[in-house]
Structures are given as structure tokens and as C-alpha cells.
């Protein structure tokens, strides 16, 4: 027993300090700086040890080489590179600025005493927000095929196809492509009945708060309604005026007939802006990413009426 005490009594003494790395991986945006933490556990002064931080591991020069109290720092970008903690408390953190795509990887701490040495590694991930997600679309049989497609991301996103109802809708059509910096492009389709849900987005994201969103709303019932209702008030237009046109053939309006027939010039120039509306509203919209579409059927029926109330 005694001697089991006296060899671990002296393991222990023998571990002069443990190193201690954040297990989760540290992300930053490119073009930021970032601190890569690695502290010795207990506190101890580390101004005298030799301190090494590798990149994808120990067979290349070392990112930072810090050595008889002074930085003699490695790499060829070694103004971006500094030991940013407190070496004489523990902390031989590493910081990184003006953070580049190439940046990305496994980071290795290494500390040496003049008898002992631990080491500690993290991973690095670069993070950049890609494009927002553009909608498309074509008629598929009596479906609406959508696409989703956004470009330049890192790391690779996720992305959520979401009904009106918030349910998420199955992505098994999603194709990611990376080019040689690392950048992610996604793209992914998806077969949707108009009259399942009143508008589906497409989300991509790297994590609950860093997203991109855009939605697609059929506007299949909108464009039956303005339809029916553009072709009530052409109607009742054109029977006005054909009425009033039959009194001023039979001379019974003699004195307000200009009038009236300016009044019903005016009401077919009243009808006009409310059928360029919804068309300007699509526009407007579109600006903002957020993209309509709606049955062309029903568009070439809207412009013929137009037509007509011009007749
Ligand atoms: C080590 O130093 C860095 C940079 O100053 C700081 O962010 C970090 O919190 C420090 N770690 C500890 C454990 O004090
Ligand atoms: C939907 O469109 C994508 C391209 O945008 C295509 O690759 C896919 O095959 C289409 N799916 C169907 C069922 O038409
Ligand atoms: C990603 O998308 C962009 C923009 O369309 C394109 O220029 C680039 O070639 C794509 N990259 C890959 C790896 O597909």
C-alpha cells in the first residue's frame, strides 16, 4: 500500500502542469482575428518554458515559436500571429488576425519545461456567410419543382426547407459542391402542391443565428381572384358605357352627354392602376429576396383583359 502511495505521489509530482484546450471548435469570420485559448492547469509561470503552436500537426514549422523569453516566430505571416496571454499567469493563448480562408485546420499547443512537455490541440473553422438563398421554380406535374440554390459558404451549411406551418420539409435533394479555397456552394430541390402551404422557405445557415432566408408564395389564388374580379368591373364598365352611348344615340342626353362620357373614360383609367398593382407589388418584392411566383395561365388572361378595358 505504502508503495503504491510513494509511486503515485511521485507520477504526480512528476505531471508539472496539464494543458487545457477548448474541446468544442473555436470559429471566427474571415478577415476577424481570433484567439486560439490554451491555459496550463495549475497556474504556473510559464515566461521560462518553450511554447509551440502547430498547425496541422508537429512535422511543420511551427504557426509560433516562443522561446528564452522571446517570440521567435515562425511562419512567414508572423505579424498576424501573437501570444496574446499572460505567460507569467498561465496563459499561452495564441491570437490570429486578418483571419484568411487557409487558416482553417488543427491547432496544436505545445509547452515545455526544462522536465516536462504537454501539448493540446483545437480545430479552427473560418466562418463566411454565403449569398442569399435564390428561389426558382418550374411546373412540374400539378406540382411547383423548386429550387433553392446559395453560394460561398464555410463551413459547410445546413439547409431547411420549412412550410407555412413552420414544419420542416424533407431536403433529400441536396447537393453540395467546395471549391479549391473552401467555399461551399448548396443547392437543392423540392416538389410542392400550391395549395399544400400558403408560402415555403428555403433557409441555409452554419448555425440557429447565422442564416439566410428566402420564401416562395404561389400566388395561384391571388391571380384567380384579381382575374374574376378584373373581369366584373370590365363588364360593368362596358355596359355603362354602351348604355350611356345608346341614350346619346337616341338624343336623350343632349346637354351632360361629353360629360357623362368623360365620366366614363375616367372610371376606365380608375381601373387601370389597380391591374398594374399587383404586377409593380411583384417587383417590389422581388428587391427584397423575396420572390412570388404565379401561374402563367392566369397572367396571359390578366393582360388580354387589360386589353379590353382600353378597348
Ligand atoms: C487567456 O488570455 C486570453 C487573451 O487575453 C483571454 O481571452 C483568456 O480568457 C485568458 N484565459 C484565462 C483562463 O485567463
Ligand atoms: C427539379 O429541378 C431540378 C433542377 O432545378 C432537377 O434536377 C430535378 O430533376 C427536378 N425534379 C423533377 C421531379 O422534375
Ligand atoms: C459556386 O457558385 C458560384 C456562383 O454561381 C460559382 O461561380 C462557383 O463556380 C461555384 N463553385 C462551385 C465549387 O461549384
Given at each position: 500500500m505504502i508503495l503504491i502511495c510513494i509511486a503515485s505521489l511521485l507520477a504526480c509530482s512528476a505531471a508539472e502542469f496539464s494543458i487545457v484546450v477548448p474541446k468544442a471548435p473555436v470559429s471566427a469570420f474571415l478577415g476577424s482575428s481570433v484567439i486560439l485559448p490554451c491555459n496550463l492547469s495549475p497556474s504556473i509561470n510559464a515566461r521560462t518554458f518553450e511554447v509551440r503552436w502547430y498547425k496541422n500537426g508537429e512535422h511543420e514549422k511551427p504557426v509560433l515559436f516562443y522561446k528564452e523569453k522571446k517570440n521567435t516566430g515562425q511562419s512567414q505571416d508572423r505579424d498576424r500571429v501573437s501570444l496574446i496571454g499572460e505567460l507569467d499567469n498561465r496563459n499561452v493563448s495564441l491570437k490570429l488576425d486578418h483571419l484568411t480562408m487557409a487558416d482553417s485546420g488543427e491547432y496544436t499547443c505545445f509547452v515545455k519545461s526544462l522536465s516536462w512537455y504537454e501539448k493540446?490541440?483545437?480545430?479552427?473553422?473560418?466562418?463566411?456567410?454565403?449569398?442569399?438563398?435564390?428561389?426558382?421554380?418550374?411546373?412540374?406535374?400539378?406540382?411547383?419543382?423548386?429550387?433553392?440554390?446559395?453560394?460561398?459558404?464555410?463551413?459547410?451549411?445546413?439547409?431547411?426547407?420549412?412550410?407555412?406551418?413552420?414544419?420542416?420539409?424533407?431536403?433529400?435533394?441536396?447537393?453540395?459542391?467546395?471549391?479549391?479555397?473552401?467555399?461551399?456552394?448548396?443547392?437543392?430541390?423540392?416538389?410542392?402542391?400550391?395549395?399544400?402551404?400558403?408560402?415555403?422557405?428555403?433557409?441555409?445557415?452554419?448555425?440557429?443565428?447565422?442564416?439566410?432566408?428566402?420564401?416562395?408564395?404561389?400566388?395561384?389564388?391571388?391571380?384567380?381572384?384579381?382575374?374574376?374580379?378584373?373581369?366584373?368591373?370590365?363588364?360593368?364598365?362596358?355596359?355603362?358605357?354602351?348604355?350611356?352611348?345608346?341614350?346619346?344615340?337616341?338624343?336623350?342626353?343632349?346637354?351632360?352627354?361629353?360629360?357623362?362620357?368623360?365620366?366614363?373614360?375616367?372610371?376606365?383609367?380608375?381601373?387601370?392602376?389597380?391591374?398594374?398593382?399587383?404586377?409593380?407589388?411583384?417587383?417590389?418584392?422581388?428587391?427584397?429576396?423575396?420572390?412570388?411566383?404565379?401561374?402563367?395561365?392566369?397572367?396571359?388572361?390578366k393582360t388580354a383583359i387589360a386589353g379590353g378595358v382600353e378597348v
Open positions: 493540446g490541440s483545437m480545430n479552427l473553422a473560418v466562418k463566411v456567410l454565403g449569398s442569399t438563398p435564390l428561389l426558382l421554380y418550374h411546373e412540374s406535374v400539378e406540382k411547383m419543382n423548386v429550387t433553392c440554390r446559395s453560394f460561398g459558404w464555410s463551413p459547410k451549411p445546413t439547409l431547411t426547407w420549412r412550410d407555412s406551418t413552420g414544419r420542416e420539409l424533407p431536403n433529400t435533394h441536396t447537393k453540395y459542391t467546395t471549391d479549391s479555397e473552401g467555399l461551399v456552394n448548396v443547392s437543392s430541390w423540392l416538389l410542392f402542391s400550391p395549395s399544400d402551404s400558403e408560402w415555403i422557405s428555403c433557409t441555409v445557415g452554419l448555425n440557429l443565428q447565422e442564416i439566410k432566408e428566402s420564401r416562395i408564395v404561389p400566388m395561384k389564388g391571388f391571380w384567380m381572384e384579381a382575374f374574376i374580379s378584373t373581369l366584373v368591373l370590365s363588364l360593368i364598365v362596358i355596359i355603362t358605357y354602351t348604355v350611356l352611348l345608346i341614350l346619346f344615340r337616341k338624343g336623350l342626353l343632349p346637354h351632360c352627354s361629353s360629360h357623362k362620357n368623360a365620366k366614363a373614360a375616367d372610371s376606365s383609367h380608375e381601373s387601370l392602376p389597380a391591374e398594374t398593382m399587383p404586377l409593380n407589388a411583384i417587383e417590389n418584392t422581388t428587391q427584397g429576396h423575396f420572390y412570388i411566383f404565379f401561374q402563367s395561365t392566369n397572367y396571359t388572361y
